[in-house]
């Protein structure tokens, strides 16, 4: 099985970009034990603020601004409300 795209996202307003990649892999990306691999960012002035990903070797985790934690993966679709409720947080503190 060759990776299948599930969901690809780019959204640009001005001076911020969301942008996302999510995929079904044949394989777990270690040490994650599912088979879904992605990468979500929100990017503001050319700074990353929030940032999910699960790359090889670390697994599932999110950077909020300089700040990286673990990150348990449920579905696709709460990975999605999660990625926005982070965004929607650094948005109500700027306002």
């Known amino acids: 099985m060759k990776a ?3 969901s690809r996202i780019k959204e640009v307003w001005g001076s911020w970009v969301i942008e996302g990649v999510i995929r079904e892999v044949p394989d777990a990306v270690l040490p994650s034990e599912h088979r879904v691999k992605y990468r979500l960012v929100y ?5 990353r603020v929030v940032g999910y990903d699960n790359e090889r ?7 909020i601004r300089d700040i990286e934690s673990p990150y348990v993966f449920r579905d696709m679709s709460t990975l999605i409300g999660d990625f926005k409720s982070d ?3 650094i948005e109500n503190e700027q306002t």
């Open 43 to 47: 990017i503001v002035n050319g700074v």
């Open 87 to 89: 965004i929607q947080g």
């Open 4 to 6: 299948k795209l599930l």
């Open 57 to 63: 070797g670390k697994g599932d985790h999110k950077h």
